[in-house]
């Protein structure tokens, strides 16, 4: 099976900070990683995604770290700003078909 | 491009009744996944759907079932309801089995009273 966690619950960042956001993952055979979004009232909306051949990837103000021997996934944003605040999760998959598992989440408040 | 689309938005049922969900999946994607969101919780995978055939199934009771039909569009249905079933039941579609990034509908908002 597969449990992911993240580190933290809630975190406040100023505007224009950096943010990261932690995820462990348990599962050794995980082999594909996303970084989902969710704004109240609305699904989850896709950021980044890396896959385990990969340690990082880049998007535009975003990216993701991936680092297999810890198992463990990072997002980090660039110069935050107040929409990027949202609950974001990360989600992580194996099997060769997409039974995906998410997070708990963190809350990311950006302070104007 | 039309994305995934969801209907009805909110429902209201009561305990033993049953209910039916449907999905319209992206323009192109094949694939079709069903999660449920408890309030303060990550999605938890229900099953998932490929070329109108279950293709992986979480840790849910069979009394969850689904349908995809030949354009791709979905449906969940639940029998028997029990309170723990009020959640928001999100659908996701992708291009393909493989390692894919899912898009999320907005979701069913269903409450069991």
């Known amino acids: 099976g597969e449990s992911v966690g993240l580190h933290l619950p809630t975190l406040s960042v100023q505007e224009g900070d950096n943010s990261i956001i932690n995820c462990a993952y348990s599962n050794s055979a995980s082999d594909y990683f996303i970084w989902y979004k969710q704004e109240s009232g609305k699904g989850p909306q896709f950021i980044i995604d890396?896959?385990?051949?990969?340690d990082k990837r880049q998007g535009q103000r975003v990216t993701v770290l991936l680092n297999k021997t810890v198992k463990h996934l990072s997002l980090q944003i660039a110069a935050t700003q107040p929409g990027d605040s949202a609950v974001y999760f990360c989600a992580v998959t194996w099997g060769g078909y997409q039974k995906v598992t998410f997070g708990t989440g963190t809350k990311l408040q950006v302070i104007p | 491009e039309t994305g995934v689309t969801q209907s009805p938005t909110h429902l209201i049922k009561t305990r033993g009744q049953q209910v039916t969900l449907r999905c319209s999946s992206q323009s192109g994607h094949n694939t079709v996944s069903w999660y449920q969101q408890a309030l303060g919780q990550g999605p938890q995978f229900i099953f998932q759907y490929y070329r109108e055939e279950e293709n992986g199934r979480g840790n849910f009771p069979p009394r969850f079932s689904g349908l995809q039909f030949p354009n791709y569009s979905s449906e969940l249905n639940v029998n028997a309801l029990e309170l723990d079933d009020s959640a928001l039941y999100l659908c996701?579609?992708?291009?393909?089995?493989?390692?894919?990034?899912?898009?999320f509908g907005d979701g069913t908002r269903l409450s069991i009273l």
């Open positions: 890396i896959r385990s051949n990969m």
């Open positions: 996701a579609s992708s291009a393909g089995q493989g390692n894919q990034p899912q898009h």
